[in-house]
């Protein structure tokens, strides 16, 4: 394991109160490609996408390293089961998950920390299982603006934060599709998000892929 998590509690205290009710157009649009209801959400925060399926008679596990969000969790969503720990400690149960997500959290990692829970997520995956990731893309302007004093930039865009240890990865579309080469991409794309879920509001370019393991 390279570095420390990022620490999501040092947010600003609204950041983890926001109520997801809905569930993305795309992944809803792959739902009856599951064989079966059993999900895992690897960084669920305050539980997008999860809510929405834990109300609609999925079984959802979700991982997150911050106490304010698993807290939040189970506070309001006690039928979502919550490990409060850092993904790269959490062992994926074999053959149980139909569909496993993490979404805008992988990116928070070193790669040499990703491409070992990549490997996990597919090995664990039940058969004709969903993966659906989402992650910083090389377009986010982020990766301009960590070139400075405070950050050290390795190889393959990766960023080492030196005042807290952390690590900030960017990723190609062809990269994503190489990590997931023995899948069958269902969907992919390289796109800007407005977030305005914390700070003013800015842009990310993010990678978004679906696929489905054969
Ligand atoms: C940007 S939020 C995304 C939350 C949610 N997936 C969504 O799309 O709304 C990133 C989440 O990942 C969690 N996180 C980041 N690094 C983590 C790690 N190494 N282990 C567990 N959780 C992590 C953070 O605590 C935070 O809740």
């Known amino acids: 394991m390279v570095g420390k998590p990022f620490d999501f509690d040092k947010k600003d205290g609204s950041y ?25 959400d690897l960084g669920i925060g305050t539980g997008k996408n999860s809510v929405y399926l834990s109300s609609h008679g999925y079984n959802v596990v979700g991982v997150d390293y911050s106490n304010k969000a698993t807290k939040f969790l189970n506070d309001n969503y006690p039928n979502i089961k919550t490990y409060n720990i850092d993904i790269r400690h959490f062992e994926i149960e074999p053959n149980k998950f139909d569909l496993i997500m993490s979404l805008n959290v992988l990116h928070f990692l070193h790669k040499d920390d990703v491409h070992v829970i990549i490997d996990d997520i597919k090995y664990n995956l ?87 393991k054969i």
């Open 16 to 40: 983890f109160s926001v109520k997801y009710t809905h569930i993305d157009k795309i992944l809803k649009s792959y739902l009856c490609l599951l064989p079966g209801k059993n999900i895992l």
């Open 126 to 212: 039940c058969k004709n299982g969903i993966v659906y990731i989402s992650v910083f893309s090389l377009d986010d302007p982020k990766l301009k603006f960590m070139k400075n004093d405070f950050f050290e930039i390795l190889d393959n865009h990766i960023c080492h934060k030196l005042y807290d240890d952390t690590y900030v990865s960017f990723f190609s579309k062809n990269e994503i599709l190489e990590l997931f080469k023995d899948f069958k991409t269902l969907y992919i794309s390289d796109e800007y998000f407005l977030d305005n879920t914390h700070g003013s509001p800015h842009f990310h370019g993010i990678i978004k892929y679906i696929g489905q």
